[in-house]
């Protein structure tokens, strides 16, 4: 992904180095039942699941330095660089798309922490993967995510790590025109296993939203080079719940399903990026036809 000479954004806390305070219960959410699992389901909206259905989590303490200095490496550098990159580009993008649309895009805050966090959502290890909280209107990621992707996954190249975060934007998309929040509701509503079905839907359409946001960042800058877009759809794979279900644990359970299987989220992130039709949505769809 060229993005030489690119700004990038202003919406942006570094958090490395600092403790998260208290940990959490976020054990048992959905299909989350390994911490194997719950690393490799990442890419989600994990921390609105938190919010959402853990209303029973332990208080936590506010964030404290765990160190003054701040000894990154260049490699580190370089990749929350690039993050505030893809950020700034969805900023400019769903700006432009939200304008057509007649609305306008508040653009949310991207967070780097290391091993845990605080948000507005409670309190998370970097176990949960990149997540985005509605309560505070933020992106969540631990830097070391991008190398288990490389390393667990097999989920490498730049565009791979950009549908992440676009994806975790998605869900900010999906906050602000409302399905987030509806979502939500019924899912409080529902039993786990159609809950789990509706999060499906969620995450389906963050996918969705990733590919709208790179179709019209390559028709705005040409930035995508070849073998970018497969890069972003084989995370997708990678990252389906069928495969990584398998992956941990050798066979696969599709009512926990939360994100989708790895043929969905591969056909929506695509469908989106061919497309960039905001009109198009993963509800009021038969399930068949996800």
Avoid at 90 to 108: L, N, Q
Wanted: aromatic share 8%; net charge negative.
């Amino acid at each position: 992904m060229k993005l030489d000479g690119r700004r990038e954004s202003d919406n942006f806390e570094d958090r490395r180095g600092m403790s998260g305070g208290a940990k959490a219960g976020i054990g048992g959410i959905g299909a989350l039942i390994l911490v194997g699992i719950i690393t490799l389901l990442s890419g989600g909206n994990i921390g609105d699941v938190i919010n959402n259905v853990g209303q029973q989590m332990a208080q936590v303490q506010e964030a404290t330095p765990e160190s003054v200095e701040q000894n990154f490496t260049e490699e580190e550098q370089e990749q929350a660089k690039f993050c505030r990159q893809v950020l700034a580009s969805t900023e400019d993008i769903w700006a432009d798309v939200f304008k057509d649309m007649g609305r306008t895009y508040t653009p949310p805050t991207l967070v780097l922490f290391t091993n845990s966090v605080q948000s507005a959502c409670g309190s998370a290890s970097s176990a949960v993967g990149p997540f985005y909280c509605s309560g505070d209107q933020k992106l969540y990621i631990d830097l070391s995510f991008f190398k288990q992707m490389e390393n667990q996954l097999g989920a490498e190249g730049d565009f791979a790590r950009a549908y992440v975060i676009a994806h975790e934007a998605g869900h900010h998309v999906e906050n602000l025109l409302g399905s987030l929040g509806q979502a939500h509701a019924q899912m409080q509503r529902q039993s786990k296993t159609e809950a789990n079905k509706t999060s499906v839907r969620l995450e389906l359409l963050a996918d969705y939203y990733a590919g709208v946001w790179a179709h019209y960042e390559n028709d705005a800058f040409g930035s995508l080079e070849d073998g970018d877009l497969e890069e972003a759809i084989n995370c997708a794979h990678q990252i389906g719940d069928n495969y990584l279900q398998k992956q941990a644990q050798g066979y696969v359970q599709p009512e926990s399903f939360t994100h989708g299987t790895s043929e969905q989220r591969m056909r929506w992130l695509k469908r989106g990026y061919d497309t960039g039709n905001m009109k198009t949505t993963t509800f009021g769809i038969p399930e068949s036809q996800l």
